[in-house]
Nanobody, 123 residues
Framework: QVQLVESGGGLVQAGGSLRLSCAASGRTFSTYAMGWFRQAPGKEREFVAAISRSGSSTYSADSVKGRFTISRDNAKDTVYLQMNSLKPEDTAVYYC????????????????WGQGTQVTVSS
């Protein structure tokens, strides 16, 4: 089992930056692929970025490519989402998720989820 806790959300003006963190419990973190998803009011949960178990491979949604970077530190059991050049359209609750094996972009493939952290970008 994996327990995930997101942090780092907040209110930021357009063009600003935030770094989200997701801390995982246990010492088997490196066996899980990790993903970041977000859900805005009235919208479906959407894929943001994913990272492989070792951190050697990443993939980002087109909407955030070039602005957001996913990374992980397996020694700290933590995955990060560095968000730069934030736009009001990025406003959402951001969730981290974990799954055994390789990463995918489908949210229903992830078996563990954090509680989410709110990111609000003002214009």
């Amino acid at each position: 089992q994996v327990q995930l806790v997101e942090s780092g959300g907040g209110l930021v003006q357009a063009g600003g930056s935030l770094r989200l963190s997701c801390a995982a419990s246990g010492r088997t973190f490196s066996t899980y692929a990790m993903g970041w998803f977000r859900q805005a009011p009235g919208k479906e949960r959407e894929f943001v970025a994913a990272i492989s178990r070792s951190g050697s491979s990443t993939y980002s949604a087109d909407s955030v490519k070039g602005r957001f970077t996913i990374s992980r530190d397996n020694a700290k059991d933590t995955v990060y989402l560095q968000m730069n050049s934030l736009k009001p359209e990025d406003t959402a609750v951001y969730y981290c998720a974990a799954k055994r094996g390789g990463w995918v972009i489908r949210p229903n493939e992830y078996e563990y989820w954090g509680q989410g952290t709110q990111v609000t970008v003002s214009s």
